[in-house]
């Protein structure tokens, strides 16, 4: 494979060069609409897509996916869509989730000469609306006609021309043109595709932020950023013709859509899932690959620790105790590998000690491969080559379990201005409670928060990016464009970091997420609640107490725990929840317990990380209720502001 000239600052290892020449190339490809017509070609009657859970089940080799993505675009081309040869051509917004007919929608607004605007149709009403309005979009596909129904009292306003459902709902009668899916697709069938020419520098997408805070912000990512990743995510895996991807996280966003992009750029087999199928679906179909965030591998992690506490006693002691072992063993194999965050790399001496130590705890950790670790694997379909993390930061707890049962967790880290990805760990070098090196292309530096001044290995600071994956910037704000990328081409990324001697990203916080007490103290609430969450008790976790003079915390309890715990204690708690006497003195102690224990093993622990006053809450933070985002971050200003009283009461 000939990498593009922007690559030839980057020096790639031997073991990215030889991964990247094993994958089908894309590297001549100008836009994403020529890369189907290939897979076609390449891949043939391999399945490409498969929607066991549509109300019609699909399945579409990589020769249909590539007939409809053209049918589709054709149809668009019919019903209206001109197409345009401007670095930014007419936009399509498409508000629609995990489908075969989203990714057809997806690469057909493409392929047809537009810009799509992407959106699931589960978001709110007014946030719909203003993505519409701001995108100055002229065509809108839609989910169903229940999605048009909520928008439909503000779209005469717009300048829409046409919508498409993407079920096959018969139209409404009205002024505006609608058309469902089929008669889009039978408006394309046997018509020619007008001819046009986009290149790197065009405009693919419109992807807004719901992200934590503030009035969306229109991401603008070109065909140059999206296959940027297409053609090197391939560094870090090398998915086969035919292996299993399973699919679960919002195919719109943009983490799960480059992902899908590559994947399916080389043979893979993709099938949709959802958060009630997807424990029984990974037994099913056994995946080769999964990509999820954090909050995806702790409920299974959880799942399995419910199994553990089913067992009788001696057995559960058994399995606490060759865990305990097999930690031991991979912590000294880390040691041994130098693959241990320590700004300086491990003696020779400790190396050989450390590999001392792991051939003594070998034979334990054998034991509980042969016992327990083989079991877990099975019951995650026994194929998985590699777990795929973003979104967010990974606990260490979830890294160190996965490692020791066997199972190989790749974070990776980026954000939706970059495409996403900029780092990742690389199977051959997986050093856990980093995000890894950056992905060819790629450049990361640290600088001081306050004096923007870069920063030597080893200290932390602000990180910021630079590479062919930045966004071309903001759509129509120019302003929150230049706050973020510098004269020099450089990506604030607004998180908090350091780089090991090795070049790999260590993530700390996010900059605006820091809380400060009143002794000046900064506190970085990420690093901590992950560590709480290591608790069987504790499902969710989010420190405040900005301006005081000790951090306190919100904790939604994992109330199958809680009653397992308190069948011990004699103690019956009421069937619902909400009606369980949280503030028990019983039930409070045991928190404060869980708390203490769990912050003051964390490395680097630090008096002011101690937690103080405590609120439990009986209401999860959900995607439902507003308070978490698509990829299941927790969106803490509108915690913050529904529980404002309560927080004030627990510091007064």
């Known amino acids: ?50 929607d066991p859970y549509a109300k019609i089940p699909l399945q579409l080799t990589y020769t249909e996916l590539a007939e409809k993505i053209k049918q589709f675009a054709t149809g668009l081309q019919q019903l209206g869509l001109e197409p345009s040869e401007d670095l930014i051509p007419p936009r399509v917004a498409l508000f629609a989730d995990n489908s075969c007919r989203w990714m057809i929608a997806d690469q057909g607004i493409m392929a047809a000469g537009g810009a799509n605007v992407v959106r699931s149709s589960q978001a709110e009403t007014q946030e719909l609306l203003y993505i519409l309005e701001n995108s100055g979009s002229t065509g809108l596909v839609v989910e169903d006609l229940a999605t048009l129904q909520k928008l439909r009292h503000k779209l005469d306003e717009l300048p829409l021309q046409w919508v498409v459902l993407l079920s096959d709902e018969t139209p409404p009668e009205e002024t505006l043109k609608v058309k469902n899916f089929t008669e889009i697709m039978e408006a394309g069938a046997g018509k020619s595709l007008k001819g046009f020419k986009h290149t790197k520098e065009t405009l693919a997408t419109l992807l807004y932020t719901s992200g934590t805070t503030g009035q969306p912000k229109g991401v603008m990512l070109t065909h140059g950023n999206l296959l940027h990743q297409v053609t090197t995510l391939g560094s870090v895996i090398t998915p086969k013709k035919g ?42 179909y056994k995946p080769h690959y999964m990509i999820g965030v954090p909050r995806l591998w702790e409920s299974i992690y959880e799942g399995i620790q419910k199994q553990l506490r089913d067992q009788p006693a001696n057995k559960q002691k058994l399995v606490k105790n060759l865990l305990s072992f097999s930690q031991q063993y991979i912590q000294a194999q880390r040691v041994a590998k130098g693959l241990t965050l320590t700004a300086e790399m491990p003696s020779a001496t400790e190396k050989l000690k450390a590999r001392v130590q792991s051939l003594a705890l070998w034979p334990l950790h054998a034991l509980g491969e042969r016992l327990v670790y083989k079991k877990i694997r099975e019951a995650t379909g026994g194929r998985i080559k590699y777990v795929l993390s973003g979104g967010g930061s990974l606990a260490i707890f979830l890294d160190n379990f996965y490692e020791a049962v066997g199972i190989q967790v790749l974070v990776g880290y980026g954000l939706t201005e970059t495409s996403p990805v900029l780092t990742a760990r690389r199977y051959w070098h997986n050093l856990r409670g980093s995000a890894g090196r950056p992905i060819p292309g790629t450049e990361i530096k640290i600088d001081d928060p306050d004096t923007r001044a870069p ?36 990506f604030d990324t607004g998180d908090l970091g350091w780089l090991t001697p090795g070049n790999d990203l260590v993530l700390t916080g996010r900059a605006k997420d820091t809380i400060v007490l009143t002794n000046g103290e900064n506190i970085e609430p990420q690093p901590i609640e992950d560590a709480c969450l290591r608790s069987n008790y504790i499902d969710q976790i989010m420190l405040v107490g900005q301006d005081q003079k000790i951090i306190g915390a919100l ?48 490395p680097g622990y630090r008096a002011d990380d101690r937690i103080g006053p405590v609120r439990i809450l009986s209401v999860p933070f959900t995607i439902e209720n507003g308070m978490m985002t698509q990829t299941l971050k927790i969106k803490r200003p509108v915690v913050m502001e529904h529980y404002r009283d309560m927080i004030d009461g627990m510091f007064s």
Not at 250 to 268: D, K, M, N, V
Request: with cysteine.
């Open 455 to 490: 920063l030597p290995t080893g200290q932390r600071g602000l990180v910021l990016a630079r590479g062919p994956q930045v966004m071309q910037g903001y759509y129509k704000n120019e302003k929150a464009t230049q706050k973020v990328i510098d004269a020099e081409g450089w």
């Open 1 to 50: 494979m000939n990498l593009p000239s922007a690559y030839n600052a980057y020096q790639l290892s031997e073991e990215e060069r030889t991964n990247l020449s094993r994958l089908a190339d894309y590297t001549s490809v100008q836009s994403m609409a020529e890369i189907w017509p290939l897979t076609a070609t390449r891949f043939g009657d391999t399945v490409a897509l498969s």
């Open 243 to 284: 292996e299993c991807v399973l699919s679960i996280l919002p195919t719109w966003h943009s983490y799960e859509r480059s992902a899908e992009y590559f994947l399916i750029s080389q043979g893979c087999t993709q099938i949709y899932t959802n958060l009630r199928n997807v424990k029984r679906d990974i037994k099913e």
């Open 555 to 602: 904790i939604v309890p994992n109330v199958d725990a809680v009653r397992g715990w308190a069948a011990t204690q004699n103690m019956n708690l009421a069937e619902d929840a909400t009606q369980i006497d949280w503030a028990n003195k019983t039930i409070q102690d045991l928190f404060r317990q869980e708390l203490n224990r769990e912050v003051k093993n964390r």
